[in-house]
């Protein structure tokens, strides 16, 4: 239900296999309309969670916990963990250019004629059609790849070597921002984070072995910025709501890199959910993050769908592998601690109001 929400076809695959390891009903794998009523009464909060956790409130908990097939507030919590890791698990799929296994229906294949012949057979008993790729293409190095994805003639990426020195910039700047200064330049980013662009097209249809677990696929991700009024869904300030004492510190154990470029980044991904840090310069967004990142960013965090290979090839041209899959790994974990916030900001006022 969950991977559902972004037609990641990988993960799905994979939890249908452990599923059935498991001893897993096979009927279940069949949709929405064959799971036992509990599971589909989760549907509602999956699809907010996943697109749009602004929207969470009292009532939803109080749906699940209330009346037939109800759950208990610690199974609601297990629930919601797992749900949110999943949605985030999709962008950091996505995002790094993760596709089928080779023997996974609707994975890839080598292309050879010699194997033509099992292709069409073993084709022909699948729903979803392996992808060819031609076997030169995949004897090249992983690390020569982004030859193909040629730099921006309009807009050159800033190199590490000038990063770098914007960051030791911003790091010898001793004058202060006053609060009502930093608030400005919250919503300076916020602003512009809705006239941010994303990758790739809008998916046309949902596969079948995809759409059987999705249900309301109209609902996506709306820029928070656009959302309304803001004085029904006010920005979510964190110092309202300790992680620490509230949350489930989740995230601790990625020992996230605090340094100004990892810190900007976490904080513009929070920033495009509607959540914000009182004590952060959101100028240093603008100084540290080229649109072409934050078009990217937007994407694996909130249209992850969309984003492809060429589109991961595209960013951080100068960062070694493992660097750009730990940012991607950012954006999986502040996504995820951003759902959680709101949904256990939820529950507690379930709880005590």
Known sequence: MAAGRHQCSYLITLQKQE?????????????????????RNLYDINKI??????????????KLTKGKDSWSLAEVVHAI??????????SFVF??????????????????????????????????????IPIVDTRQDWKNSTINSPPSPTEPEVGITTLMQRMKTLSEQTQECTPVELAKRFENIETQSAEIGVVGPEPQETPADVGCYVEDASFVYQDFAKRGDSQ????????????????????????????????AIWNYIQCLLGIRHDDYDYGEINALLERSLKTFIKSACCYPERVTKKDYDRVLREFLHSEKVHVNLMVQESRMQAELIYALRTVNRYMTD
């Open 81 to 90: 963990v797992i749900l949110t890791h999943f949605h985030s698990l999709c």
């Open 19 to 39: 599923f059935l390891l498991q001893g897993g009903d096979h009927n279940w794998l069949k949709g929405l309309n064959n799971i036992p009523a509990k599971l």
């Open 232 to 263: 029904d869904i006010p920005t979510f300030r964190v110092q309202d709501y300790s992680w620490d004492d509230h949350g489930y510190s989740l995230v601790n154990r990625t020992d996230v890199d605090t340094s100004r470029f990892r810190r």
């Open 95 to 132: 995002s790094c250019g993760v596709n089928q296994e080779l023997d996974q229906a609707g994975g890839y294949q080598y292309h050879s004629q010699d194997l033509a012949a099992i292709t069409d057979v073993t084709n022909s008993s699948s729903k979803s059609k392996p992808k060819d």
């Open 49 to 62: 969670l996943a697109h749009r956790p602004w929207l969470l409130n009292k009532s939803h908990i109080e």
